[in-house]
């Protein structure tokens, strides 16, 4: 099943990062700190690293690489059909991931999570549309809900964004990790 979620995030995925032009590398996205180009960078380490943790090997985080050199976005698609092809296969979700120590469901779904809002923070800071798999989204609300806490103790999610009670389940997801639905390029 992630393995199918992830697939259809990549395909979803894959229009926003060809679409990236040159000139907007140095963008302002709506998560933290990050520009287009270092948000960029984070999602081709996480298409990389998360296939080998699909594969229960450990892997480096603090590898410091240029990961927008040559054809980048067409590296981001081949990387990312690697990625869905590794967390498709049973025995990725299964046990512990290798070096993080957590179920491999979960780190699963991490990946997912990655894929549909980084995606959006960047659809954001292009001004590009963006709407994610309503399966992807209905098995993210919950899993963010757990793990909100710990992500915020680990400076990974900011404090939740209130939403209205009827936000649609998306913008609950955005407003979970600390970002706010309605954010905007000034």
Not at 34 to 43: A, K, N, P, Q
Not at 85 to 105: F, H, K, L, N
Not at 120 to 130: I, T
Request: with cysteine; glycine share 12%; proline share 8%.
């Amino acid at each position: 099943m992630i393995g199918g979620l992830i697939d259809g995030a990549l395909r979803q995925a894959a229009p926003v990062v060809r679409g990236v032009a040159e000139e907007q590398l140095e963008l302002p996205t709506p998560c933290g700190d990050y520009t287009v180009r270092e948000l960029l960078g984070h999602l081709m380490q996480v298409v990389v690293n998360f296939q080998e943790l699909a594969e229960k090997r450990p892997v480096d985080w603090a590898e410091d690489r240029d990961w927008l050199a040559g054809d980048w976005r067409e590296r981001f698609v081949r990387e990312g059909e690697r990625l869905a092809a590794a967390w498709s296969r049973p025995a990725a979700v299964e046990g512990v991931t290798g070096g993080m120590g957590m179920p491999a469901d979960r780190v699963g779904g991490m990946v997912l999570l990655d894929l549909t809002v980084h995606v959006w923070d960047l659809a954001a800071a292009l001004g590009v549309a963006f709407a994610p798999d309503p399966a992807a989204v209905g098995h993210l609300v919950p899993l963010t809900a757990e793990l909100a806490p710990t992500g915020r103790e680990m400076g990974m999610f900011a404090e939740a964004v209130p939403t209205g009670p009827d936000a649609p389940p998306f913008e609950r997801l955005i407003a979970l990790t600390g970002r706010d639905p309605g954010w905007r390029r000034n």
